[in-house]
């Protein structure tokens, strides 16, 4: 059998001609699919025993189920609840290769990828990459601020906020004080929402047993949201909804406040007002997560411009999925909803469409059947839209944790994460306020997305 080692790539930054990902050489065509998210790991399973060979690279060696980062960072569940080996989703299937590596570079006139362990040629290039953090280029605010989009940082806000209400005990200064117990959180959007809604549960249930010197009143919770209402992606009951649910809970939310700079203590507002805290959360806005490489009519608005198919523009073998792809209409000006539902469909139909290829049948175009949205603001509330109507309450609550529970990778996590749920509902705790790894400033690897 032969191994394909490296192949000779102009202007690749790094020699890797020693580096051999061990991938053979196969009779089928080879798809290298970018990114073991919502999207990838679609394409991956719909792939199976389809005369391709199919190789997928993550930086990570465990995909992410992001919308239940915010339990990780408020202590209520475990990180391996939420994150599963790709190894084990994809155990025993044929011709599959995963590799842990970052892609760095396309050279798509030669058909290759250039990774952290070397250059690898495709047939067919899926990019599946999902978003990162958009700062809107306010580099004091990256630099200060706690972004969520990937575990490691959602462990960051668990550690940096009980690192912060122990140091608080030491604090002989109110203005200090303050700026460790306060937290403010910036995007009204799900992420924000539900966010909030967890740290008032931990205010009001959780942090007083552990931190009883402490006077909790005293604790104040910000949601910023620079637009006129929460959750400006679902209807207009689910906002005043979820506003209402966190006013009940103590949240002072700001609606047309936008953040101008955050030094690391100062909170400075559009205003001109300021509010004083050690720990801001980012959560107002991502943008596609891009390799250099593809020409620039490729790529509009940070996302990949794709046709009805994910193809990219300009391309007839390299496609994306998911965040990181922009399927614009006329109705859709900036493309569809960076949610998981985008992700999976679009994978999906991609991959439906490779094995139609093999049977020489038509592509079929990308059509995105929206089964609704929906946020969970805490113990018993949530709001869920359905295409057609809108529910709030105890029953859309239940409807949020199932869809969750359903969707969640691997029944070990499932089962975890119900236990979980079921302890925190009844004993009022959250039983992972460990600061197992003390979070530091600056840790590059972290905040990698
Ligand atoms: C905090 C949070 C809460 C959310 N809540 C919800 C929700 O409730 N409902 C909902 O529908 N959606 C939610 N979303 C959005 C949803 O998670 C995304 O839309 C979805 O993950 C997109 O899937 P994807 O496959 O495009 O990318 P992702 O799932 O983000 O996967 C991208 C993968 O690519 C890898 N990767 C990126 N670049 C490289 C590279 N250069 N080399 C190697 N690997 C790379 C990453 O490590 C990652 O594993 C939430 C997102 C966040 C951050």
Redesign the pocket.
């Known amino acids: 059998m032969e191994f394909q080692t490296s192949s000779n790539i102009p202007n690749a930054k790094t020699d890797h001609s020693k580096i051999s990902m061990h991938i053979p050489d196969s009779s089928h065509p080879r798809v290298i699919i970018?990114?073991?998210?919502?999207?990838?790991i679609e394409i991956v399973k719909a792939l199976k025993n389809a005369p391709y060979q199919v190789v997928l690279?993550?930086?990570?060696n465990y995909?992410?189920f992001?919308?239940l980062?915010?339990q990780v960072a408020t202590a209520g569940l475990e990180p391996d609840s939420i994150a599963s080996p790709l190894r084990r989703i994809f155990k025993g299937q044929k011709d599959f290769y995963f590799r842990m590596?970052?892609?760095i570079k396309i050279f798509p006139e030669e058909k290759c990828i250039h990774t952290t362990i070397g250059n690898l040629k495709y047939d067919y290039l899926i990019l599946?990459?999902?978003?990162k953090t958009n700062y809107y280029g306010m580099k004091e605010i990256q630099e200060n601020a706690m972004p969520?989009?990937q575990v490691p940082q959602a462990l960051n806000i668990r550690s940096k906020i009980l690192q912060n209400y122990e140091n608080a005990l030491l604090s002989n200064d109110e203005l200090e004080l303050n700026s460790l117990i306060d937290i403010v959180i910036v995007g009204g959007g799900?992420?924000g929402v539900e966010l909030a809604g967890a740290m008032s549960e931990l205010r009001r249930s959780v942090l007083p047993k552990d931190f009883p010197e402490h006077d909790f009143s005293k604790m104040d919770i910000y949601l910023l949201e620079a637009g006129p209402r929460l959750l400006a992606g679902m209807s207009d009951h689910a906002g005043k909804k979820s506003l209402e649910y966190l006013q009940k809970f103590g949240v002072q939310v700001k609606l047309n406040t936008a953040v101008k700079s955050y030094d690391g203590l100062k909170v400075k507002l559009g205003d001109g007002s300021e509010i004083v805290s050690q720990t801001v959360i980012w959560a107002a806005g991502v943008t596609g997560?891009l390799?250099e490489g593809l020409k620039p009519e490729a790529v509009k608005g940070g996302r990949y411009l794709v046709d009805d198919y994910n193809k990219v523009m300009g391309y007839d073998n390299i496609f994306a999925?998911?965040?990181?792809a922009a399927m614009l209409a006329a109705d859709r000006p900036r493309g569809h909803a960076?949610?998981?539902?985008?992700?999976i469909q679009q994978g999906k139909n991609v991959a439906k469409n490779l094995k139609l290829k093999v049977h020489k049948k038509p592509w079929k175009k990308f059509s995105y059947y929206d089964k609704g949205s929906m946020?969970t603001v805490g113990r018993n509330k949530a709001v869920v839209d359905f295409p057609k109507f809108s529910i709030a309450g105890m029953f859309a609550w239940f409807i949020w944790m199932f869809v969750h529970l359903l969707f969640l990778i691997g029944f070990r996590n499932k089962i975890a994460t119900l236990i979980n749920w079921v302890w925190n509902y009844f004993t009022f705790d959250r039983a992972n306020r460990l600061i197992i790894r003390p979070w530091r400033k600056n840790n590059t690897y972290e905040n990698k997305e």
């Not at 970018?34 to 990838?40: H, L, Q």
């Not at 599946?128 to 978003?131: I, P, W």
């Not at 960076?338 to 992700?343: G, K, L, P």
């Open positions: 970018v990114g073991g998210g919502f999207g990838g690279f993550d930086r990570h995909h992410t992001q919308p980062l915010y590596a970052d892609v599946a990459t999902g978003s969520m989009k799900p992420t997560n390799i999925v998911g965040d990181t960076m949610v998981a539902q985008v992700a946020a």
